[in-house]
């Protein structure tokens, strides 16, 4: 089948605006091209556009621990506290956590998200400083926690017993030798940048509807997470090599269950392992990861034993069912293996309009000043142009009524809206649904 059409016909039915893939069997590039538009103007997604990288970062970061573990540097039974004597969780729960614990989100860390997104701090300063007060999971019988926070923890590791900023030395170490001169990581004007950069958009029943770039920032203390940008013929030199070199389960190693229960027939229970998730597709071993952020969704997928993987970057908002469609179906399609049917809840097509904007706050609503907490940093409401607003660490958010007339603060990059309930002098604020709402008390 011609692959080419196979992924635009799938395109269109996602009302993906823009896509990039590449498709490799046994060694040979089968595919490698892009689909529909990078921008508002319509100019055409290459090959050689970019797009941010989401959580597929971590398959570097995997790989670079994984290659100090193979150089003797480091034993994947090492506790983080080993290598970072500084590392610690709430109520001594980071004590015993291994590297192994980290690569595979065995940790009580929920994902408190907003703690660093505009990471204010360097990674370094941050984990000593704000890490062991953010609040953990009460239950403990989940073992799978994802977190973005432990992935950041391993990159200091790495830069750590390297000697060297963890940036520089996936560029080095891992980028350089395979080839990819248009990944790195992403800085503050990322959008800007480089002129073949794809812009973020949200599906919607009218069509795309552009989006502001989100927060970036040279050397984001969350880099090893989530902050990487690149192309796809670079992702194919990656998956290439990975299929030459990746090692998903060390031996001795467990890999982490994540959910025995999947949403079709064809895919055995997920599990991770070394920075990446691992199924079966048809009974055939399949390792991929996943990466969303706002206005973007990618996949990398490994079939190993069929010497087959495929990378597909799009500047969709929050369209993981539809990228891992597409992947799933031309992986089958390769490698003779039915693709499975739409699982429940998965549909075509744009997804729900979201809700509207805050309306002006009265006064008095939210006291102006500076509100702390030591997990999350300052936040600050001021009065600018006769208008109420907050700075979240340092950056200008939102602060109104929603439909309600309850207050609530926004980070409209993100279509992220939180209540905010006044409880004497502090402030209450549901950042964390794992855990009770934050407390920030007046400075």
């Not at 953010?134 to 790495?158: D, M, T, W």
């Amino acid at each position: 089948m011609d692959l080419s059409a196979l992924i635009e016909s799938r395109r269109n039915a996602h009302a993906l605006p823009g896509l990039a893939a590449a498709v490799l069997r046994e060694g040979r590039v089968e595919l490698q091209a892009g689909f529909g538009k990078r921008d508002a103007a319509g100019a055409p997604v290459t090959a050689e556009t970019r797009f941010p990288l989401a959580s597929c970062t971590k398959t570097f970061t995997a790989a670079a621990v994984a290659a100090q573990v193979k150089a003797g540097r480091l034993c994947w039974r090492d506790r983080i506290r080993d290598v970072l004597p500084e590392f610690a969780l709430a109520g001594g729960a980071g004590d015993t956590l291994t590297l192994w614990d980290a690569i595979t989100h065995r940790g009580p860390l929920p994902p408190h998200t907003w703690a660093w997104v505009y990471g204010e701090l360097d990674r370094s300063t941050w984990i000593r400083r704000r890490l062991p007060h953010l609040a953990l999971f009460e239950k403990k019988e989940e073992p799978h926690r994802y977190s973005n926070i432990l992935y950041a923890v391993l990159g200091e590791v790495v830069e750590r017993v390297s000697g060297r900023p963890f940036e520089e030395h996936v560029v080095e170490s891992l980028l350089r030798p395979a080839g990819m001169t248009r990944t790195g990581f992403l800085t503050e004007n990322w959008l800007e940048a480089d002129p073949d950069t794809a812009a973020p958009f949200r599906r919607e029943a009218g069509g795309a509807v552009a989006l502001p770039a989100f927060h970036a920032a040279e050397r984001h203390l969350i880099n090893p997470a989530s902050e990487m940008i690149g192309t796809v013929a670079d992702a194919a030199r990656w998956l290439e090599d990975r299929l030459r070199n990746v090692e998903l389960l060390p031996e001795g190693l467990e890999a982490c269950l994540v959910n025995p229960k999947r949403p079709h027939p064809s895919l055995g229970e997920l599990r991770y392992g070394c920075g990446w998730r691992m199924e079966t597709f048809q009974g055939e071993l399949h390792a991929f990861h996943t990466g969303q952020c706002t206005g973007y969704t990618c996949v990398f997928g490994l079939l190993p034993r069929r010497g087959i993987a495929m990378a597909i970057l799009s500047n969709a908002d929050g369209a993981v069912d539809a990228v891992q469609d597409v992947a799933y179906r031309v992986m089958g399609t390769l490698a003779g293996l039915e693709p499975p049917d739409a699982w429940p809840g998965f549909e075509t097509g744009p997804p729900k309009p979201v809700r509207t904007g805050l309306r002006v706050a009265a006064e008095g609503v939210f006291p102006e000043g500076v509100y702390a907490n030591e997990g999350y940093g300052e936040l600050e409401f001021v009065k600018i142009d006769g208008r109420l607003h907050a700075h979240l660490q340092g950056r200008l958010i939102s602060a109104g009524l929603d439909a309600e007339g309850a207050p609530h603060i926004e980070l409209p990059a993100y279509r992220a809206r939180f209540p905010v309930t006044r409880e004497g002098g502090a402030l209450l604020i549901p950042f964390e649904l794992a855990v009770p709402p934050i407390r920030f008390g007046r400075v």
